[in-house]
């Protein structure tokens, strides 16, 4: 048997997978706990940690500024601006996702007035220490990463949520947390990461 064949054999194979993983319970359910009740984070916390270990989806909610919530083209200028400065940052800030314009049109046709904005969505094979990465790495750092607590003068009225969806997969099993990533993202449209 061909590699071809072979391939072929696992894209048949992996179609009622996709098609469970796409359904609409699967995906509400999903975002249900997403976007849930999770952890407060200011850069201004010195100690944030998330209590789960294990294999996982994680979204970054944020609240841009509290005193004109309610106005959609305010939050656009506000967004545009705001995201413009995040990917020029002034500090020694390397290796960082950068913002994804196109996506935040979608967020904000989604957007309801007093809502939090999906900030970044990532996937870990151990969210807690993910998570802790993209809070508080240091600036020069090769990983990819938030850097959060690096940009003190950007963020320092920006409120952020962090909730997590446990998957608990094995290693051998960790390719379908990308697939969920992918479906996901899709419908949360996070403004940062190009992904």
């Not at 600036?139 to 997590?164: A, C, G, M």
Request: proline residues 4%.
């Amino acid at each position: 048997m061909s590699y071809l064949d072979v391939f072929n054999e696992v894209i048949k194979m992996i179609g009622p997978i996709n098609s469970k993983l796409s359904s609409d319970n699967f995906i509400d359910s999903s975002l249900e706990k997403l976007c849930g009740e999770g952890i407060k984070y200011k850069v201004s916390d010195t100690e944030v940690a998330v209590p789960y270990d294990g294999a996982g989806i994680y979204v970054f909610w944020a609240s841009l500024d509290q005193t004109n919530k309610n106005n959609v083209n305010f939050i656009k200028k506000l967004l545009v601006d705001f995201l413009d400065k995040w990917d020029e940052p002034v500090e020694e800030i390397k290796y960082f996702p950068k913002s994804n314009k196109t996506r935040m049109k979608k967020t904000l046709e989604s957007f309801e007035s007093g809502n939090m904005i999906p900030f970044y969505l990532g996937k870990s094979k151990n969210v807690s220490k993910r998570i802790e990465q993209h809070l508080y790495l240091e600036p020069h750092k090769k990983t990819y990463s938030l850097k959060l607590s690096s940009r003190t003068q950007l963020l320092e009225n920006v409120d952020f949520e962090i909730t997590w969806l446990p998957l608990g997969v094995k290693s051998s099993e960790y390719f379908l947390v990308s697939r969920i990533e992918a479906l996901l993202r899709e419908h949360l449209n996070p403004i940062i990461g190009k992904q």
